[in-house]
Nanobody
């Protein structure tokens, strides 16, 4: 059974940076498209960034140019480097495959203060 464990969130001032990590158990990691999602208070979960094995990436328009998704297949880990953070980036961040196939992890909370 695939398990997803997110980490790296925290409290940061606007303009700051954070790097999120998601460890994925299971040998299928290297062949799946993986993505980061987020859910802000009172809002639906949304797709933030995705990476497909081979290097193709896609981003939500509001984070393009500020966030970078990457993956290390050898470590079964996907990362999200977040720079120039804004208060509107405040949310719980989750990783999962694209399309979504696995049980959600606990997520990691990101709070950006103004």
């Amino acid at each position: 059974q695939v398990q997803l464990v997110e980490s790296g969130g925290g409290l940061v001032q606007a303009g700051g940076s954070l790097r999120l990590s998601c460890e994925v158990s299971g040998s299928i990691f290297s062949v799946n498209a993986m993505a980061w999602y987020r859910q802000a208070p009172g809002k639906q979960r949304e797709l933030v960034a995705a990476t497909i094995s081979g290097g193709t990436t896609n981003y939500l328009g509001s984070v393009r140019g500020r966030f970078t998704i990457s993956r290390d297949n050898a470590k079964n880990t996907v990362y999200l480097q977040m720079n120039s953070l804004k208060p509107e980036d405040t949310a719980v961040y989750y990783c999962n495959s694209l399309p979504i196939e696995y049980t959600w992890g606990q997520g990691t909370r990101v709070t950006v203060s103004s």
